[in-house]
């Protein structure tokens, strides 16, 4: 039998069959002590017949001495032959358990005399290797299973869908799957033999609910943990329960689960929710705002009229009228974005955008936070698809993140830049020298209802809106995580060439 069948438990005693003695003589045969004896008798008729023989000299004598001299001469040889044929028995023997110490269970080939013990001993010793080869081969077909079935159930851990990680009374990792060493970008040489607590970067509340169940032994279900993956924050689903051996060792099962696109998708989920319900207000305010607009355009072109000939007034009140003729559209593409519906056939010119907005906060805010603005305009045109007043919804909003980034702040400056790729593609640069947005939560500004702002100073839709309104009208926005002097946003529109505006005129 091969090795790995052995028994290797400590307190098996070691058996070494070349050391074996046994004390005493061994069993004689009734022909063997029969033989004995007439070769005693024998002698001693010989001695009689030699002593005669010097007596008389006879030839009777002479005869007689003879033949007992080739009895005794016969039996010794019959002696002689059966001691040798005992030596071989037993020198089979010898090999015999010398191969099955080495794991060969195989019978005696030796003959042994029909009526002698050692006959009975082989017997006896092919009947003792023919059971051992039948229990070594129970034991081995045992084993076979027992590691088919260690290998199913390793298949299975393999195959989970969760990170497995075995720990033993000392919070050390002794055995993990493939999808832990996925999880943890490790391999599994290097999470073996890890801490815990290492490994997963709990904080202290966490690490207070680990040692607890540990010390106590008690199972963790779902329990939802905050971590790192990588350089990113995560959060893990984690389940934990206890194999008990002994009552000294009992190792830990946890299983992780990364749930972070799942709570993701319920914060967004959720923040669908709140958009729904958010358009159906404004389709109920937006009535409610139209007609007092509707009312400030209609006095202030009253005004106009009764202050013609004042010069100082008429500017302000041409802005009054530009204003609320700008809330009103925006109003209608906010209640267009709310009901979802298609995007129209206008074209718009970014470039002219950008100037209104930004004279618009030049006049009201941005001298207020005493901020700079430099235009680095397209020195043409710049159509694109879609209506003026969406796009002002995505720049009032970028410009309200920079101003309030920027506010208090000394030498602040915001650049807006335009420019027209070769591939037809309109690009609007809006940057600002403020602090920027932290690197851990980039991946989450677009999200609706996210806001690094302190409570009541940003509800979280403006960028979120920015992104919806852009991605309708095959546009997208993106923040430049390549630099480093503030926030830049990156909007890239579709160019609209003039060929195509007149054909659609």
Request: hydrophobic content about 40%; overall charge negative; glycine content about 6%.
């Amino acid at each position: 039998m091969a090795d790995h069948l052995r028994p290797e438990r400590e307190d098996t005693i070691p058996v070494n069959f070349q050391e074996i003695t046994v004390n005493g003589a061994l069993p004689v045969s009734r022909t063997g002590r029969v033989l004995g004896g007439v070769i005693v008798i024998s002698g001693l008729v010989l001695a009689v017949m030699v002593l005669l023989h010097a007596i008389d000299g006879t030839t009777v004598s002479a005869g007689l001495m003879l033949a007992a001299a080739l009895f005794v001469i016969t039996a010794l040889a019959w002696l002689i032959y059966k001691m040798l044929r005992y030596r071989y028995v037993l020198e089979a023997f010898r090999e015999g358990i010398l191969r099955a110490q080495e794991g060969t269970l195989e019978p005696l080939q030796a003959t042994a005399p029909p009526d002698s013990h050692v006959r009975q001993l082989v017997n006896d010793y092919n009947l003792m290797m023919a059971y051992l080869k039948r229990i070594f081969a129970t034991v081995e077909e045992c084993q076979n299973r027992v590691l088919a079935e260690r290998n199913k159930i390793d298949a299975m851990l393999q195959s989970l869908p969760c990170a497995l990680l075995s720990v033993d009374n000392d919070l050390q990792i002794n055995a993990v799957n493939a999808l832990a060493e996925s999880m943890f970008q490790t391999s599994r040489d290097a999470l073996i033999g890890a801490s815990l607590f290492d490994l997963l970067k709990l904080d202290e509340s966490d690490r207070a609910l680990l040692r607890d169940a540990f010390l106590y032994k008690h199972q963790v279900s779902n329990q939802e943990i905050e971590t790192q993956l990588g350089n990113k924050p995560a959060q893990l689903s984690l389940n934990l329960s206890f194999v008990i051996e002994n009552d000294e060792n009992m190792d830990a099962v946890i299983t992780l689960q990364d749930i972070s696109n799942y709570k993701r998708l319920q914060e967004t989920v959720y923040g669908q929710d709140k958009l729904v319900a958010m358009g159906e207000l404004a389709a109920g305010v937006a009535h409610e705002l139209n007609t007092p607009l509707g009312n400030i355009l209609g006095y202030a072109q009253l005004v106009r009229d009764a202050t013609n000939e004042d010069q100082k007034i008429q500017p302000w009140v041409g802005t009054i009228c530009d204003e609320a003729r700008r809330c009103s559209r925006i109003i209608d593409d906010l209640l267009q974005y709310a009901r979802h519906e298609k995007c129209s056939d206008e074209t718009c010119d970014i470039n002219r955008v950008v100037r209104e907005v930004t004279q618009t906060y030049v006049n009201c805010r941005i001298k207020r936070y005493n901020i700079a603005v430099e235009l680095d305009l397209a020195p043409v045109p710049l159509p694109v698809e879609g209506s003026c007043g969406q796009l002002e919804i995505v720049l009032v909003n970028l410009l309200s993140n920079s101003i309030q980034a920027l506010a208090g702040r000394n030498g602040s400056t915001i650049k807006l830049a335009t420019r027209l790729s070769q591939s037809d593609v309109v690009t609007l640069i809006v940057e600002d020298n403020g602090n920027g947005v932290p690197r851990e939560v980039r991946g989450r500004i677009f999200e609706p209802f996210f806001t690094t702002k302190d409570v009541g100073s940003g509800s979280g839709l403006g960028l979120s809106i920015c992104h919806a309104v852009l991605k309708r009208r095959g546009a997208s926005i993106r923040y430049d995580d390549n630099y480093s002097d503030g926030a830049r946003f990156i909007v890239e529109l579709p160019y609209v060439r003039i060929q195509e505006i007149e054909a659609v005129s």
